[in-house]
C-alpha cells in the first residue's frame, strides 16, 4: 500500500492556481504534478471558499492564530492562578 503523502501549502495554492487559470485541464495538472484530480479539485474549493476571508481580514496566517491562542491560554492560566491564590488564603492555607 503506498504511503500518504503531506503536500505544502505553497503546493497546494500553486496547483490551485493553474488550475483556476484554466491553462491547462485538471487531468493534464494531475499528470504534471503527479497528484489525483479529485484532490485538485479539492484544493480550488478550498481556495474559492477561502479566498473571501482574505479581502475581509478574517483570514489569519498559522502563525499568528497561534499566537492568539497561546495569549488566551497565558490569560486564562493567569487568571485560575490569582483565584487560587485567593481561595487559598480565604481557606488558611497560606
Known sequence: ???RRNH?????AKVALAALSGNK???ELSTEYGVHQTLINR???QLKD????VFSGECLSEERRKEKDIAKL????????IERDF???AWGKR
Open 1 to 3: 500500500m503506498a504511503k
Open 8 to 12: 505544502a501549502p505553497a503546493f497546494k
Open 25 to 27: 485541464t485538471i487531468a
Open 43 to 45: 484544493w480550488v474549493k
Open 50 to 53: 477561502g479566498a473571501t476571508g
Open 74 to 81: 497565558h490569560e486564562k492560566i493567569g487568571q485560575l492562578i
Open 87 to 89: 481561595l487559598a488564603e
